[in-house]
């Protein structure tokens, strides 16, 4: 039903401001400004009975957003820290981050489509047009401020009263770091723990995917593989903390195809194993491709050649890629000679 099927007497009033000014065209302005359309009732506006609908509605969004609140703070008290469930398609994931995160998402969601619809379908629509009007104020107001500011600024006797003065600079000085200090409340610094992963001389490398030990046979040439460090479980606490430093990379090349001397000599039977963090800011690289031997991050298209020991050939990342050394043990099975030599990750860790 629109505002024309209503009998006129049905419609409610019309606001004076609700259509615009309408211009008219003269030599100056040789386009005619239209004015705003002619305005369209809702079904709210003519029918009491669909605005009442809409008002429960908006009712049972804020009323949701009241009770996912109340969830929040229930998940918060009764959830304990290490708690952990698994959700499908994430994988296991803490149960307080995820009652909270949804708990939140929900109640403020609910409220900003509560209030959309509220004002989609209750609050006026009329349009209001109005002019510009120049930002800048007038000479005499602007010269009434400078003087205003002259004035507070001579009986203030800030110039005169140089004790007031200076202890109102040392206070205003002093009072940020009360906020320096709750930064204390981030917790410990991490120290080495950014230079530091779990790889280290006699550490398998693990399928990520079949959670097995790899021997060279298993990684195929032109084929990409993603491995971590073997006693790294999936459902331990750590494991997040620890694989967004240690996920490797496993590509074998043909060995003549390698150009870089250190890349060849840490590599085994052509299989190279590199970190797989971006060190632009740290995405998961997850793209090769197997001709040029090119790997590509997804989030800002850093390019990197592992032909040529990772080197950076395009995008924003500043650092080659770090390279795990590796080798086998005596039961054949793919192990590293040690931890990487740089940090991994984002190149705004300084390298040491
Ligand atoms: S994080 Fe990889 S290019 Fe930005």
Redesign the pocket.
């Known amino acids: 039903m629109s505002s024309q099927d209503i009998p006129e007497e049905n419609l409610p009033a019309e606001q004076d401001h609700a259509h615009g000014a309408v211009g008219i065209a003269d030599e100056e302005n040789p386009f005619a400004d239209p004015g705003l359309p002619p305005h369209e009732h809702r079904i709210q506006d003519i029918d009491e009975r669909a605005a009442k609908r809409s008002e429960r509605v908006v009712a049972l969004l804020f009323t949701v957003s009241m009770l996912a609140t109340i969830g929040f703070i229930v998940a918060y008290l009764a959830i304990p820290n290490d708690k952990q469930i698994f959700v499908f398609p994430i994988g296991h994931i803490s149960a307080m981050n995820f009652a909270l995160g949804l708990t939140l998402g929900v109640a403020l969601f609910c409220i900003g489509a509560g209030a959309v619809h509220w004002a989609r379908t209750l609050m006026s629509d009329a349009e209001i047009a109005d002019d510009r009007h120049p930002i800048e104020a007038p000479a005499d107001v602007r010269a009434k401020v400078h003087d205003d500011f002259r004035q507070g600024a001579k009986e203030s006797a800030l110039g005169r009263r140089k004790l007031i003065r200076n202890t109102m600079f040392g206070a205003l000085a002093l009072v940020p770091l009360s906020g320096a200090m709750l930064l204390g409340g981030l917790g410990p610094a991490p120290g080495t723990k950014l230079r530091h992963t779990l790889w280290a001389k006699g550490k398998r490398l693990v399928n990520m995917n079949t959670n097995q030990p790899l021997r060279p046979e298993d990684v195929a040439v032109g084929s990409l593989t993603f491995a971590k460090p073997d006693g790294l479980e999936e459902h331990s606490e750590e494991f997040q903390t620890e694989i967004a430093k240690a996920a490797l990379m496993i590509v074998r090349l043909q060995p003549g195809n390698i150009k870089d001397k250190r890349e060849l000599e840490w590599s085994h039977e052509g299989i190279v194993a590199y970190s797989k963090i971006?060190t632009?800011?740290?995405?998961p690289?997850s793209l090769y491709e197997q001709q040029t031997h090119h790997v590509l991050?997804p989030?800002?298209?850093?390019t990197f050649d592992l032909s040529d020991g990772a080197r950076v050939i395009f995008?924003?990342?500043g650092h080659a890629l770090p390279q795990l050394r590796i080798g086998v043990d005596s039961e054949g099975y793919l192990q590293a000679l040690g931890d990487f030599e740089e940090p991994v990750g984002p190149a705004f860790w300084e390298r040491g």
């Open positions: 971006c632009h800011v740290g995405c690289i991050c989030c800002h298209q850093s995008g924003p990342a």
